[in-house]
């Protein structure tokens, strides 16, 4: 299900921007996480990284959640779309291609 114009207010635009940070945010933070911390804490024997990215990527991914869950109200989506793109920041890489997918309907009808 993809917004119609009649959805698309300023509300559902800036919704959607910040969503977009958001996303983007917790997909680097993730990646940092899984990346670099993790390896280093497992292989090198140092957990201060992990113990610093851990707590903020959790933090970031609870924002995440409440900025994709006004995005998903503001644009009408179907809960298991809303479910979908929230779990999207779960795994490394996938926030990105969410954003993508789920911002280009409402991206084109902005103009």
């Keep these: 299900m993809t917004a119609s114009t009649d959805t698309l207010t300023p509300k559902v635009v800036a919704a959607m921007r910040r969503y977009r940070v958001a996303a ?3 997909g680097v933070g993730l ?3 899984v990346l670099v911390a993790m390896p280093l804490k497992y292989f090198a024997d140092q957990p201060l990284l992990v113990a610093i990215v851990g707590p903020v990527h959790g933090f970031l991914y609870m924002a995440y959640l409440a900025l994709t ?3 998903g109200v503001k644009a009408r989506w179907p809960v298991a779309k809303l479910l979908g ?3 999207a920041g779960t795994i490394p890489f996938v ?5 993508r997918k789920v911002t280009a309907p ?6």
């Design 31 to 33: 990646l940092v996480l």
């Design 24 to 26: 983007y945010v917790v």
């Design 69 to 71: 869950a006004d995005l």
């Design 85 to 87: 793109v929230a779990l």
């Design 106 to 111: 409402l991206r084109a009808s902005a103009g």
């Design 95 to 99: 926030s990105f291609v969410a954003e």
